[in-house]
């Protein structure tokens, strides 16, 4: 069954977002790839299991709010779910060694996103 598996933070000030989740949660942030400007972070449930992990990284646009991604198997075969179910598919993207991602809207307008992990994306 498909889950949550990443949550996206943008932020217009990333060392003040840091520190504000950090301080509140205590996430630990790390940057995986020097020269991009993202962070990634991990958070832990209130049993101490492992929760769904994110990243954070300046915002595109004005209007970019925080996004939850559902892993999928396959970004292309539920893309075409989603559109056939009555949402829609705004954006397609693959993530060069990590995988395929496309940001949609649901029937009720809200924004979320789909992820299939794929260290072959190019």
């Known amino acids: 069954m498909a889950t949550f598996v990443h949550i996206d933070i943008p932020a217009d000030d990333v060392e003040r977002s840091k520190k504000f989740y950090g301080d509140l949660f205590g996430w630990k942030f790390e940057k995986p790839m020097p020269d991009m400007d993202y ?30 991604y559902i892993g999928v198997p396959s970004v292309k075969e539920y893309a075409e779910k989603i559109e056939a179910t009555g949402g829609k598919v705004l954006n397609q993207m693959p993530v060069p060694g990590w995988g395929y991602l496309a940001i949609c809207l649901d029937t009720e307008g809200n924004i979320f996103g789909i992820w299939e992990e794929n260290k072959d994306a190019k």
Request: proline content about 3%; cysteine-free; overall charge negative.
């Open 39 to 68: 962070y990634l972070f991990e958070s832990t449930g209130l049993d101490g299991e492992a929760g769904i992990g994110g990243g954070m990284g300046l915002r595109g646009e004005p209007e970019q709010r925080m996004t939850s």
